[in-house]
């Protein structure tokens, strides 16, 4: 990597590259920085600072080239192979999430999905294979895995997420309405729906 980024700066790298993968499919072959900012929501300076992490840049008669910007916030994002995802929490969010990203991203693939109901082991998902908790340590470990989802209630949250360090994990997406203690190596990404819906609906209302 040419530079290491903050939270926010991938987080808007990544949006980048979503709303570039959709102007690709629309056939467009270049984009200006203000029009990139006007549909992310920021400044056209903020995209030529984010543009400058990944060592990219445009030409100021044509705009940056969407499709080589795409592989170039994809040589940024990604890991030069595969990442193996793991989610634990296979109830009706779980199933959603497993099925949302089958295949949709082929260097993030969820590997395996882990739920304390014994009727979910050995069932096959979307394309994952499901094992009981207790099998998380072996199953990291033989997929070397270091992401995973959390999508269990929030009283089972903080125990399944101490296993999961203790198994390896070092980046984590938590659907549970709760906060985890974690080391300080170890990256939480919170997901509050409740929250989100609150926001909208408080915004919804005015007039």
Known sequence: MPLLASDRTVGRLSLYRRLLSHLLQEKVRSVFSHRLAEAAGVTAAQVRRDMMVVGYNGIPTKGYD?????????????????????????????RAILSYFDGRRPNLKIVAAFDNDPSKAGQVISGCRCYAVRQIPEVFAENEIATVIITVPADQAQEVCDLLVDAGAKGILNFAPVGLRVP????????????????????????
Do not use: C, W
Not at 74 to 79: N, R
Not at 184 to 205: P, Q
């Open 66 to 94: 969407v499709e080589s910007l795409i592989e170039s916030i994809g040589q940024f994002l990604d890991a030069p192979d595969p990442e193996a995802v793991a989610l634990v929490g296979v109830g009706n969010l779980g």
């Open 184 to 207: 300080a190596y170890i990256h939480v990404e919170n997901v509050d729906m409740t929250t989100s819906l609150e926001k909208a609906a408080y915004f919804g209302r005015r007039p």
